[in-house]
């Protein structure tokens, strides 16, 4: 008998049916309106693009230009990459443009979907992001699609690490811009550390297509971006610190593999106290719970969690002398990537490689607070279903399972478990081999290079060719994933999230159709695709009357979608394929997640060895495992949020004041009144309110207003006038302030006074800021003990990060205040002695002391000398022909350098 529920479903279908259901009508006007996009030639394509374009300029909604739009894009892509898009596709399309994700089976053409929602989000001019998840796939789907945006009449960009800055604006100044999470969210940092809006590279958050949604979202999230710059060495520390670490047993130290954290035992502080002490680093009478200790903790602290969490070859590789990280999710080095707070130096010091400077934070962002700028926001993955809550609470996104367009014909094992390691890797080389004797292609899954190497080894004993595809091999990734489906193929592969290439049945014919392309780019699509297309079915053929794919995993992730990542590479459009998972009680997820009760049983049945246990409430049991890692990381970045959206609030304010500074080309009336409220609080300080004429501290006063506004006023003549109050000398103040700065800009010039003010302006609120991030790190460090108090730490956090905040605004009207009245144009004397100075550290012969006259500064900017031109005068042997050009001026001899780099380069 059917439940309640279940009836309703056979009914009315599951919400997810309806939804999709929904949107058919539209797919229907896109399938109606082909004949007459057909019938267009590629002039006319790009002509129907301008007319959307007008028709958006003039207030019509994307909505109602979607099936025009969506008609025009599948008939530009038919065109140019010989693809015609499935409805299937473009009901993906569509529910992207509506700010969802669409969960896509592998193999159903996400990188083509993409376009549709790109190309009629890019009709209003604002520019649209599509995010990968790293740089290869970003400039492989940008050179690949832009042949289809191209056809539209549209513009595509791709941004890449260490891009020149003019190609790197150009590409955010595209119509559609190919980027990857990490280069866009490290570029809207950079962009608010520049001083001036013709530096800044990106041009506002309009739409962003997220590839792979769930590796970027969720994976990478617990990981904030973070620009740092060196602060002091402390590498001999870490080595001394290091060598002492071996020497721990196991009552030294608690091991929590499901938290990932280690701890020193009572014995092991009691240890390491004295083996410190032995070697001089912990003074004579200085224990570790003294204050003075808090770096030594902190350091030997870090060097424990480099040695028992940290492991080669899983965790990071040694490259070149470099310790390089490995995303745990992808398999992939993270190049550039490095871990923060002393941990990656420990782990040099461990691995004897050179130990780089400990960095201090410049600017940070959370991908979730990055992504959360965006006006609208879709994502694109295979899989998704399983963080949809997590995606609905933290970015506001829905879930949308998507149709494949052929059924899935895939069979899928339930999880064989063996005892043992050995025993299981025994049986996985056994069921390879016979694959292996049937000619079916085998993909199989690791979760650690070390894995996968040993396996390999194991293979190459039992006499079977195969690819290995880890992060070591990198380079090869597009090829090694393309080959997997080839005829007897054995592919190991460490994790399959996003690698971006299909694995097709016979080869991938994409690539080769690309690479043929490439070679010959006169050579029509069409043409090109039936020769490889012919070339491959034979081929194809063979392996599908093999069984088609057959992936292997050795491992369970501890995260569902990892794995049904994997399992989703085989069964694509439709196409037989196999999927089974060998697992072993010695597995981390099974060794952590209490393995025990299921040993015990295994032995009471009497399994004997190599023999493994098969039955559907094993999986279940693993599931519920994987829920539970996932539920704890789910919270975990929960927390990281709740903890960075304080910090997110200051952010906007300060990269809001930075831009209102940009913005302006006249601040003057920013520096004014910051100095009247700096004013406000020193009378508030110094005469308080209702207080009598005997109370007020006038010589204060009279100290303050010189130290702070360069202004020596008779305060103490004001303070005994009668009817002399606050609000009196409050006004006076302001006056001989405001005269005295206009007596400056006098002396400078108006132009030069409004630059000088913006500069000194922008370097102090980055200065202040800089300092405010450091501050609430430690803050973030030691607000966790305040539980013990039986007080919120978030609220500990927030309360004490807002007063920090106070503090930083007010600091920063007093120092931009000050600065400024302190400045003051030099004299020729004073400029006479600096370029003697100078010329004497390069040992050069200093001029006379009585100098031709120097070009006054309005004489010499950088936007004055033209590369190759010399300044006129200019003379190499007479530094006083040179003017006074900044440091990162041209120099003025033409060279075209800058002037630090040329002229102004100091011994």
Known sequence: MLGIGTLAKKVFGTPNDRKVKSV????????????????????GIKAKTAALQERARNGESLDALLPEAFANCREAARRALGLRAFDVQLIGGIFLHQGNIAEMKTGEGKTLVATFPAYLNALTGKGVHVVTVNDYLAKRDAEWMSKVFGALGMTTGVVYPQQPDAEKKSAYGADITYATNNELGFDY??????????????????????????????????????????????????????????????????????????????????????????????????????????????????????????????????????????????????HGRRLSDGLHQSIEAKEGADIQPENVTLASVTFQNYFRLYNKLGGMTGTALTEADEFAEIYGLGVVEIPTNKPIARVDDHDAVYR?????????????????????????????????????????????????????????????????????????????????????????????????????????????????????????KQVLEAGGLFVLASERHESRRIDNQLRGRSGRQ?????????????????????????????????????????????????????????????????????????????????????????????????????????????????????????????????????????????????????????????????????????????????DSMRNIEKQILLQTIDGKWRDHLMTLEHLRSVVGFRGYAQRDPLNEYKNESFQLFEGLLNGLREEVTQKLSQIRPISEEERAAMIRQMMAQQGMTPPADDPAPAPTPASVGPSDLASGTPLEGFDEAKPETWGTPARNDLCPCGSGKKFKHCHGRLA
């Not at 380079?475 to 193929?489: H, R, T, Y």
Request: proline share 3%; charged share 30%.
């Open 574 to 750: 439709g196409d037989p394929g196999k999927s089974s998972f060998f697992l072993s009680l010695e597995d981390d997820l099974m060794r952590i997640f209490g393995s025990e009760r299921l040993d015990s049983m295994l032995r009471k049945l009497g399994m004997k060895e190599g023999e493994a246990i098969v039955h559907p409430w094993v999986n279940k049991s693993l599931e519920k495992a994987q829920a539970k890692v996932e539920g704890r990381n789910f919270d975990i970045r929960k927390q990281l949020l709740k903890f960075d959206d304080v910090m997110n609030d200051q952010r906007k304010v300060i990269f809001g004041q930075r831009m209102e500074i940009m913005e302006s080309k006249d601040v003057a009336e920013i520096a004014q009144d910051m100095r009247h409220q700096v004013i406000d609080d020193l009378v508030a300080v110094h005469i308080p309110a209702k207080s009598y004429a005997d109370q007020w501290d006038s010589e204060g006063l009279y100290a303050a207003a010189i130290e702070k506004l360069g202004i020596d006023v008779p305060v103490m003549a004001w303070a005994a006038e009668e009817g002399v109050d606050d609000q009196v000398i409050r006004d006076r103040l302001y006056k001989a302030a405001d005269e005295f700065m206009a007596q400056k800009t006098a002396a400078f010039g108006p």
């Open 24 to 43: 058919r009508p539209l797919v229907a006007k896109v399938n109606a309106l082909e004949p007459e996009f057909q019938a267009l030639d590629d002039e």
């Open 189 to 334: 940092l950079r962009d608010n550390m520049k001083s001036d809006l013709s530096q800044m590279s990106q041009r506002g958050h309009n739409f962003a297509i997220v590839d792979e949604v769930d590796s970027i979202l969720i994976d990478e999230a617990r990981t904030p971006l973070i620009i740092s710059g060196p602060s002091q060495d402390r590498s001999e520390l870490y080595k001394v610190v290091d060598k002492l670490i071996p020497s721990l047993t196991a009552e030294h130290f608690e091991l929590d593999e499901k938290t990932r954290n280690v701890t020193f035992t009572e014995d092991g502080n009691e240890f390491i106290e004295r083996e410190l002490a032995s070697v001089g680093i912990l003074p004579e009478g200085q224990n570790l719970y003294d204050p003075e200790s808090t770096t030594l903790v902190h350091h030997i602290t870090q060097a424990l969690k480099a040695h028992k969490m940290f492991q080669r070859d899983k965790d990071y590789i040694v490259r070149d002398g470099q310790i390089v990280l490995i995303d745990e999710f992808t398999g992939r080095m993270m």
């Open 420 to 540: 043992t390691a050995t025993e299981k890797y025994a049986a996985i080389v056994e069921e390879i081999g016979k694959a292996y004797e049937r000619r079916q292609p085998v993909l199989l899954g690791t979760t650690s290079i070390e894995k996968s190497e040993a396996l390999s080894e194991m293979l190459k004993t039992a006499g079977i060719p195969h690819n290995v595809l880890n992060a070591r091999q990198h380079e090869q990734e597009a090829q090694i994933v393309a080959d997997a489906g080839k005829l007897a193929a054995v592919t190991i592969a460490t994790n399959m999230a996003g690698r971006g290439t299909d694995i097709q049945l016979g080869g991938n014919v994409e690539l080769k159709v690309l690479e043929a392309l490439a070679a010959d780019p006169e050579v029509h699509p069409d043409e090109v695709r039936a020769r490889i297309e012919a070339e491959h079915a034979d081929e194809r």
